[in-house]
């Protein structure tokens, strides 16, 4: 019996189910004189085609010229307004951030507009919640509603830009004791699920819902490239049913935020391209998403043909690469590659390398998610979990999420505390078509990866602790 592929097609235990030879439709064999189908990676020359960052007219609009201190003290809220507005009535242009310490409210790009942070200059948040009002259209966790902004807000915008090689500092942890929502997100929750206009789902002051640090709200043409950013009140770079996005050589330090600090989340957006970031997060670092429950049927706005490469993810609390666990409204095309996860070696830095997350209340479909050449070591649970079980209760009625045609080729993972694999399905609705090729996992706790409720589930040139899988 060839060790090297086991294929199999229908698992509701550890590996139950029997051994099988053959080829499932992605094992990328054929018989005699039949086509060989092609890579779902052809299709990435295709999607970075696509993607191209935005760029601006040689003019630039420096804050400190329409009255902006970098003395970290006097507040610039206006000033930022001011040469944002000014650089937009212009054609566009650059709204450069020079050395110093410029302390602000909420900064709202316009279309055609690059806020440049320069090497030596920070932006420094406030902290007075107030200054973060009146509230804007927004989403929280996969809910339309209104909420404090944003630190950095474009709405319907086209070609804008957060760039340079300065700071973003949220100061976050003044968020902190408004905990993960409580009585608020579960007033949003119940609006959401007798559709109430979202005209009506009236959050900020008073309430508990954390704003994000950065979001792009269905905007065209979006680039962050070079900047630092540091202690979001909630998740950091949020895009949302936005198209040609691309977050290029960014750090995120979202740690010593408001929690839930996310990395970047790409939700419902199209053509995203995330390349050379580095993550040091207080959750997921790069999270795919795509609305929650029903809200996220409703809106029905995959995110689809997403990017990411070459990024360096220094440590997460939970995942590296994430799809969900808010993803109602389907993800597709998802690919990652060239990646390196705790390239420092450090203990207990993550508990996942690939993590989709979904349950029987968020429903809709996440077909084809492709990862490679990815290596990571020191995991607290499982490098690869596919879990349709994900503990977060919801109001609603259920409906079971559809996951499948998910391949992992050239993973290379060490020091596992848990199992290597983790497939976690539903008997309701198995996963299906999920494949593990030409990878190494050592040091594991558990010799044998765990499958449960999935069919045509394929291992190829596969080992655990130096035995074939």
């Excluded at 994430?322 to 993550?350: H, K, T, Y």
Aim: one cysteine or more; hydrophobic letters at 35%; a positive charge.
């Amino acid at each position: 019996m060839n060790s090297s592929r086991r294929t199999f097609l229908k698992a509701t235990g550890l590996l139950a189910g029997g051994a099988v030879l053959g080829s499932s439709p992605l094992a990328g064999s054929a018989a005699a004189g039949t086509p060989i189908a092609a890579s779902p990676w052809d299709a990435v020359p295709e999607i970075l085609a696509r993607i191209t960052p935005p760029t601006f007219p040689a003019r630039d609009f420096d804050v400190t010229a329409y009255g902006a201190k970098g003395d970290g003290k006097a507040d610039c809220t206006k000033a930022f307004r001011d040469a944002v507005v000014a650089c937009n009535k212009a054609g566009g242009g650059r709204v450069v951030v020079p050395k110093g310490t410029f302390f602000t409210g909420p900064i709202h790009l316009l279309s055609n507009v690059e806020l440049h942070v320069g090497a030596g200059a920070k932006i420094l948040f406030t902290t007075d919640r107030k200054k973060y009002l009146p509230t804007v259209f927004t989403r929280w966790q996969g809910i339309e509603c209104y909420n404090w902004s944003p630190f950095v807000y474009a709405y319907n915008q086209t070609n804008v830009a957060l760039t340079g090689k300065g700071t973003l500092d949220g100061q976050g942890a003044s968020w902190k004791p408004l905990g993960s929502g409580g009585t608020s997100w579960k007033q949003l929750q119940d609006m959401a699920e007798v559709n109430r206009p979202v005209a009506q789902r009236r959050f900020g002051d008073g309430h508990t819902l954390r704003p994000n640090m950065i979001q792009f709200y269905k905007c065209t043409n979006v680039l962050v490239a070079d900047v630092t950013i540091v202690k979001p009140p909630m998740w950091t770079i949020h895009p949302v049913l936005s198209t040609n996005v691309t977050v290029r050589g960014v750090t995120v330090d979202s740690r010593g935020g408001g929690g839930n600090n996310d990395g970047c989340d790409p939700e419902s957006c199209t053509d995203v391209h995330i390349v050379g970031c580095t993550f040091d997060t207080g959750d997921d670092c790069i999270a795919i998403k795509s609305g929650r429950d029903i809200e996220g049927r409703r809106i029905n706005a995959p995110s689809q043909n997403i990017v990411i490469q070459g990024c360096t993810f220094v440590f997460s609390n939970r995942g590296a690469i994430c799809v969900g666990s808010e993803c109602s409204g389907g993800a597709r095309q998802i690919f990652a590659e060239n990646c390196r996860i705790n390239p420092a070696n450090s203990p207990d830095a993550f508990w996942y390398a690939l993590f989709v997350k979904t349950n029987k209340y968020r429903g809709g479909t996440t077909d084809g998610v492709y990862l490679r050449n990815i290596s990571g070591a020191k995991f607290m649970k499982d490098p690869i979990f596919i879990t349709a079980n994900y503990n977060s209760a919801s109001p609603g009625a259920v409906v079971n999420p559809t996951i499948q045609n998910i391949q992992v080729d050239g993973f290379t993972m060490r020091d596992i505390k848990e199992h290597a694999i983790n497939l976690d399905g539903i008997s309701a609705k198995p996963m299906r078509r999920i494949t593990v090729s030409n990878s190494t996992f050592t040091n594991a706790a558990q010799d044998r990866p765990r499958v449960s409720n999935a069919d045509e589930v394929t291992f190829t040139n596969v080992r655990i602790n130096g035995e074939p899988v």
